[in-house]
């Protein structure tokens, strides 16, 4: 006898609420608005609890985009709670390590997406720094590994931009030439 299960008639996790940290309300947010800890790489399982607790907080999710180096599957549509979510991927324009959220109010957030496999130590304090305003730090930059001395942090108000500086692996060059490109563009006169 063979038993096939589907995601819709499948037992839930056991553990079934979101592991979610976001800036506080009314805050000035820097790159990120907080940071989400699902338990797997499943978007189809995980989505549902993220976009149940952000449609309580938020507004009704009606859209996320993610990049899909971290995302196996991706499909277009997710069903959530009485509603769909589209999906999109970008893989260049957005960090690996984020999920933006869009919301029928209009809103936007983009938040850090710690690793399933993150030890709980490291993930609470991942979800900390990445819901803290003053965060200005990308994802990416969160997850990498510390190096010994640690590396240079970009000061709140600075104009520093480490990945448009240095050379890198690849990861977050786009984020570094986008910050450049809006550094310059703050920098050019208005036209007449």
């Known amino acids: 006898m ?16 979101v592991r979610l940290s976001m800036t506080p ?14 338990r797997s790489r499943d978007l189809l399982l995980e989505l549902p609890s993220l976009a149940a607790e952000l449609d ?16 196996p599957v991706i499909p277009q549509r997710i069903p959530v709670a009485g509603h769909t979510v589209h999906a999109g991927w970008f893989t ?58 640690g590396a240079a942090q970009p000061q709140p108000g600075s104009d520093f931009l480490p990945s448009a500086v240095a050379p890198s692996d690849g990861v977050g060059d786009a984020d570094g030439r986008a910050d450049l490109a809006r550094s310059r563009a703050a920098a050019w006169p208005a036209s007449a």
């Open 25 to 38: 309300d009314g805050a000035r947010a820097g790159r990120l608005d907080g940071a989400w800890w699902p």
């Open 92 to 149: 260049t324009e957005q960090d690996e390590h984020t999920i933006m959220v869009c919301s029928y109010a209009p809103h936007r957030l983009n938040l850090l997406v710690v690793p399933p496999q993150t030890d709980t130590a490291d993930a609470a304090r991942l979800m900390t720094e990445a819901a803290d305003p003053a965060n200005t730090r990308t994802a990416s930059s969160l997850l990498a590994p510390e190096t010994d001395g």
């Open 56 to 71: 309580e907080r938020w507004g009704r999710v009606t859209r996320i985009t993610v990049n899909p180096a971290q995302w």
């Open 2 to 17: 063979t038993v096939i299960l589907d995601r819709a008639t499948a037992p839930t996790a056991p553990e079934s609420t």
